[in-house]
Nanobody, 115 residues
């Protein structure tokens, strides 16, 4: 069974930073990419950032220049460094692992950006 566990969310003031972590465990083979998604109340879940197994990254426009996704393949862990946070970044952030045609998701970690 594949499990993803996110951590690192919390309450931060605008302009602050948070670093999210997602640790994957279980039967994981030939991973092509991992990603971070977020979902704010009333909104659809949206892609935030994605990173391939080789380290190629892409970002949603709202977070470009502010967020950085990285991974440690040896630890089966993906990170999301979030800088210059804005209130509109407030959401539940989910780790995603596509594996053998199935999308695996973490439980989500709440990020709240508020004065």
């Amino acid at each position: 069974q594949v499990q993803l566990v996110e951590s690192g969310g919390g309450l931060v003031q605008p302009g602050g930073s948070l670093r999210l972590s997602c640790a994957a465990s279980g039967r994981i083979f030939n991973v092509n990419a991992m990603g971070w998604y977020r979902q704010a109340p009333g909104n659809q879940r949206e892609l935030v950032a994605r990173i391939s197994s080789g380290g190629i990254t892409n970002y949603a426009d709202p977070v470009k220049g502010r967020f950085t996704i990285s991974r440690d393949n040896g630890k089966n862990t993906v990170y999301l460094q979030m800088n210059s946070l804005k209130p509109e970044d407030t959401a539940v952030y989910y780790c995603n692992l596509p594996l053998r045609g199935i999308d695996y998701w973490g439980q989500g970690t709440q990020v709240t950006v508020s004065s």
